[in-house]
């Protein structure tokens, strides 16, 4: 199957500071990603989607301006997560779609912790 | 309208047994319906997936039944097997965004 990768698998950071999450379709182009969160023990929520060449689309209540994304390729997409604080630590998880559009392809995750 | 109703929330079953998940939806316009698994640690993997144009997709132990009139569609695994131990997802998609159930941890006793 499709393969996505991501990096990195885990971070801890201070809170304040920013990290970036990268995400990358490692066998096909994908001119969308998709970015989701998961809190433990619980469902995928999507935060945004990606789209290369334009602006993401967020969902409703994620922050655009805390959680900043660049599709700068057709295989890769960034996360950002700006003046991360404590509740900010999830497990992020991208996903591109290769045959179409529902067929997605989910990274291993990249799980963040903000001391 | 957008959720997707998904129950047990956990379930256990003995080494042979068949597992049965299922899931409930309300906007008729999703169009696509797959199952993840997913292992601590790592992202979803598909697992199978159908579209409201079928009762029932087979794929080895794996079979989903889907209800259009009833908005229903569950998963089936037969012959379980302890590595079939993980969280399972169901999701619907009309747009390629996809909305999850809230998942259920499945425990395979030996």
């Not at chain 1, 999507?46 to 700068?72: C, P, R, W």
């Not at chain 2, 309208?1 to 998940?21: C, H, R, T």
């Not at chain 2, 697992?47 to 794996?62: M, N, T």
């Amino acid at each position: 199957g499709a393969v996505v990768s991501q990096h990195p698998s885990w971070v801890i950071c201070k809170s304040g500071t920013s990290v970036k999450i990268e995400c990358r379709s490692l066998d096909f182009q994908a001119t969308t990603m998709f970015w989701y969160r998961q809190f433990p023990k619980q469902s995928l929520m999507l935060m945004a989607t990606s789209n290369e060449g334009s602006k993401a689309t967020y969902e409703q209540g994620v922050e655009k301006d805390k959680f900043l994304i660049n599709h700068a390729s057709l295989t890769l997409s960034t996360l950002t997560v700006t003046s991360a604080h404590p509740e900010d630590s999830s497990f992020y998880i991208c996903s591109a779609p290769q045959t179409g559009p529902e067929t997605q392809y989910f990274g291993p995750g990249t799980r963040l912790l903000v001391l | 309208q957008q959720q997707v109703k998904q129950s047990p929330q956990s379930l256990i079953v003995q080494k042979g047994g068949i597992s049965i998940i299922n899931c409930a939806y309300e906007n008729t316009a999703f169009d696509y319906f797959p199952w993840y698994q997913q292992f601590p640690g790592k992202g979803p993997a598909l697992l199978i997936a159908i579209r409201p144009d079928v009762s029932e997709k087979k794929e080895g132990r794996f079979t989903i039944s889907f209800n259009k009139s009833a908005k229903q569609f569950s998963l089936h695994i037969m012959d379980s097997q302890p590595g079939d131990s993980a969280t399972y997802f169901c999701a619907a998609s009309n747009t390629g965004k996809l909305i999850f159930g809230q998942g259920t941890t499945l425990q395979v006793k030996p």
